[in-house]
């Protein structure tokens, strides 16, 4: 059964760092991987679609990494805002459905 | 990808009620997904909703408790029973993207809070 964990569950850092989060999963044999944000209280919203055959994914000041045979993908924040302050999940979708993390929770403070 | 629209988006009910949560999708989509996510956990998935069939329940999941109606290629409801201070969470629907990607896509979601 896959198990998706992210590491750490809780960031907070001043406006303008650069960031990392991370997730890993048991099973390599997955379709693909997903990050999403959540905003407390909503929905998801997609980031990034990482296919099992890629590496990489760009949008804006995002950057998420894929590496399949060990298990782990790396979300990218370059110039944190206020604005990024949210829950960030990854989540991983392989033959038999979807398993989420359980997420990582960013403060980017002013 | 496609737009979901979820409503209500927040609801504060008795216990004992029930409530029922609706998903419109703005394209035919085969599959229709309900999670739930209680305070403080991630994301766990109550059912997989085709149309013209029966909804099939993950396990720890009920039919009677959480009775799923999928009436047509763009629109599904789940409802919450008799409800207790235990069902407050927040209840999405998802769907899949089309072959070839497998995105998914999330509405909004209902904040429920059972009083």
């Known amino acids: 059964k896959q198990e998706v964990t992210q590491i750490p569950a809780a960031l907070s850092v001043p406006e303008g760092e650069n960031l990392v989060l991370n997730c890993s999963f048991t099973d390599s044999a997955i379709y693909n991987l997903q990050w999403f944000r959540q905003d407390p209280g909503k929905g998801l919203t997609s980031l990034l679609l990482i296919q099992s055959s890629q590496r990489e994914q760009t949008s804006g000041r995002l950057n998420a990494s894929l590496d399949k045979s060990s298990g782990r993908s790396t979300l990218y924040i370059a110039a944190s805002q206020p604005g990024d302050s949210a829950t960030y999940l990854c989540?991983?979708?392989?033959?038999?459905?979807?398993?989420f993390g359980a997420g990582t929770r960013l403060t980017v403070k002013p | 990808s496609a737009v979901i629209s979820q409503k209500p988006s927040r609801d504060i009910c008795q216990r004992g009620t029930s409530l029922t949560i609706q998903c419109q999708v703005d394209?035919?989509?085969?599959?229709m997904f309900w999670y739930r996510q209680q305070p403080g956990q991630s994301l766990t998935l109550i059912a997989t909703a085709n149309q013209g069939s029966e909804a099939t329940y993950e396990s720890g999941f009920v039919i009677d408790k959480f009775p799923i109606s999928r009436p047509n290629l763009t629109f599904s409801t789940l409802t919450v029973s008799n409800m207790s201070p235990e069902d407050s969470s927040i209840y999405l629907c998802?769907?899949?993207?089309?072959?070839?990607?497998?995105?998914?896509?999330f509405g909004s979601g209902t904040r429920l809070t059972v009083v």
């Open positions: 998802s769907v899949e993207g089309e072959a070839g990607s497998y995105g998914y896509t």
């Open positions: 989540a991983v979708r392989d033959n038999n459905d979807m398993r």
């Open positions: 394209s035919q989509v085969t599959m």
